[in-house]
């Protein structure tokens, strides 16, 4: 089977399945309420075009990737890349499936990770510089050689999104201790485009935001919208808009997301970071 087949979550094996625990269940109803949420608020925004619903599985373990599989759940999002790295490998095991889920890493991603992230990862949210394009599209260049070497299908392209930072106030007025949270300002989404689009490997596919902490949701996504509108202009394939979380996924679908990043309403409180 090749890496971009997904089996349903039927074929993953006979018996009970992950999902058959109490922590199963509380998930399938998180998820369930999900759903619920992003039906409803896709159809009031008239539209009829779903959203691709991507849980957020930071801090929690393998198990619940394997019991969100179960579930249905075909997109899964990660920020740092060694606890992906090794989810990845333990999903695969727990359930037996190769590539049962697709991983988007969505956090900042140091260059020298590239290499790793391009094993597991279908999707990178989170380009944000022109160097990490070198990176990653060098590091698909060995990979495909490494599947070559080991009699391996070659892999998908790396499907990339610029991450644009829609926070209007300057640094120094941004709530303390949100830290850096990445993307690229308005003003340079173009050019770091551009940048992916020519790079071997790559396969440009829109933009990416977080709404700033502790404003309004509705004008920031808006804004990404509009550079979508921009981008869509010289790249038409590039048409996600990667946006939305547990507290403003309603904002981002009446604002036009293809891509929500759910967390916390699907699978709980993490435990504080380390
Ligand atoms: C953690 C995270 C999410 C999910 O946030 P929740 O509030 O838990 O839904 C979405 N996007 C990014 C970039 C994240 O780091």
């Not at 829609?166 to 106030?169: G, K, V």
């Not at 941004?174 to 850096?180: E, L």
């Not at 700033?212 to 949701?217: E, F, I």
């Given at each position: 089977m090749s890496g971009a087949e997904h089996m349903s979550g039927a074929e993953l094996g006979p018996g009970p399945g992950p999902a058959d625990d109490a922590r199963g269940r509380e998930l399938a109803d998180r998820l369930a309420a999900v759903r619920q949420r992003v039906e409803e608020a896709t159809r009031s925004a008239g539209r009829s075009d779903a959203p691709t619903l991507i849980v957020v599985t930071k801090f929690h373990p393998a198990e619940d990737v394997a019991r969100l599989a179960a579930l249905g759940v075909r997109d899964v999002g990660e920020n740092r890349d060694q606890e992906a790295r090794a989810k990845a490998a333990e999903t695969e095991r727990l359930t037996g499936?190769?590539?049962?889920v697709r991983w988007h890493f969505i956090g900042q991603l140091q260059s020298n990770k590239a290499k790793y992230v391009v094993r597991y990862a279908?999707?990178?949210?989170?380009?944000?510089?022109e160097s990490l394009v070198d990176a990653l599209s060098a590091a698909m260049g060995r990979e495909q050689a490494r599947r070559a070497d080991s009699g391996l299908q070659e892999r998908d392209p790396l499907d990339c999104l610029v991450q644009v930072d829609?926070?209007?106030?300057p640094e120094q007025d941004?709530?303390?201790?949100?830290?850096?949270r990445g993307g690229v300002d308005p003003a340079a989404v173009g050019a770091l485009a551009d940048r992916i689009a020519a790079a071997d490997g790559l396969r440009l596919r829109g933009v990416m935001a977080v709404a700033?902490?502790?404003?309004?949701?509705t004008p920031a996504f808006a804004r990404l919208a509009e550079l979508s509108a921009a981008l869509t202009g010289t790249?038409?394939?590039?048409?996600w808009i990667s946006a939305g979380m547990s507290q403003d996924l309603e904002q981002a679908v009446s604002a036009g997301a293809t891509h929500l990043r759910v967390g916390t309403d699907v699978l709980g409180p993490r435990a504080p970071v380390g």
């Open positions: 499936v190769q590539a049962p279908s999707a990178v949210h989170s380009v944000d510089r829609l926070d209007p106030r941004r709530p303390a201790g949100i830290g850096a700033p902490l502790g404003l309004d949701p790249h038409p394939d590039a048409t």
